[in-house]
């Protein structure tokens, strides 16, 4: 267990539809990293968040907004979903602004119909 | 931009040594990191290496070479347990919050 919580688990939509991710980090890190893993492929960095100050993008697309709250938790915003999101979605925590460790919660796994 | 490549997957049998290799091309970064995949599961960070040279953490060593753009993870008296897939990562020195991992490489471990 890595101390970084997501929720939920499993996530079933429909096209088009929104949906959010949640994701607290762990006690005492102030960076969150997002990530998506399509089937059988890498881990694709989305966005990064430090102290509630984005820091960092990767190829985020438009559809997609992130933010980290004053609490650290963030959440992952998806709209206008495709068929082609559907993907396991991870956060990860750090204590740094920079860090190479990173702490990967359990990730939720995103179903578009 | 970043990008590394891995191969896409290794076999071996119990008890025995593999590498699993991670050449890149990069703008600049920070060191690279390996982290373990399970399948399903999340990512668990493994090994990190700053500087060139050889790091050890029990069964597991990782390797950096910066003038040759390569590293590489060695699983030594491999377990079943070990059997999942390995991915190495940058942190780009230019932009200090973002990752770059490598596709992966399924390792598959045989009795």
């Known amino acids: 267990d890595s101390g970084v919580t997501q929720t939920p688990k499993h996530l079933i939509t429909a096209t088009g539809q929104r949906v959010t991710l949640r994701c607290s980090p762990r006690?005492?890190?102030?960076?969150v990293y997002w990530y998506q893993q399509s089937l059988d492929q890498g881990l694709q960095f989305l966005i990064h968040?430090?102290?509630?100050?984005?820091?960092a993008k990767g190829n985020i697309l438009e559809r997609f907004s992130a933010q980290q709250f004053p609490d650290l938790h963030s959440e992952l915003n998806l709209s206008s979903l495709e068929l082609g999101d559907s993907a396991l979605y991870f956060c990860?925590?750090?204590?740094?602004?920079?860090?190479?460790?990173?702490?990967f919660g359990p990730g939720t796994r995103l179903t578009v119909l | 931009g970043q990008s590394l490549e891995q191969p896409s997957e290794v076999t071996a049998v119990e008890g025995a040594i593999v590498q699993i290799n991670c050449t890149y091309q990069?703008?600049?970064?920070?060191?690279l990191s390996w982290y373990q995949q399970h399948d399903g599961g999340a990512p668990t960070f493994l090994s990190y290496?700053?500087?060139?040279g050889l790091e050890e953490t029990g069964r597991f060593s990782s390797f950096l070479s910066r003038s040759d753009s390569y590293g590489y993870l060695l699983l030594q008296e491999l377990q079943m347990k070990d059997s999942a897939s390995y991915f190495c990562?940058?942190?780009?020195?230019?932009?200090?919050?973002?990752?770059?991992f490598g596709d992966g490489t399924t390792l598959t471990v045989k009795p």
């Open positions: 990860a925590s750090g204590p740094s602004i920079s860090t190479d460790t990173q702490y």
């Open positions: 006690s005492g890190d102030l960076s």
């Open positions: 968040y430090y102290n509630g100050e984005e820091r």
């Open positions: 990069t703008s600049g970064f920070y060191g």
């Open positions: 290496n700053g500087l060139d």
């Open positions: 990562a940058v942190r780009d020195n230019t932009n200090a919050g973002k990752s770059t």
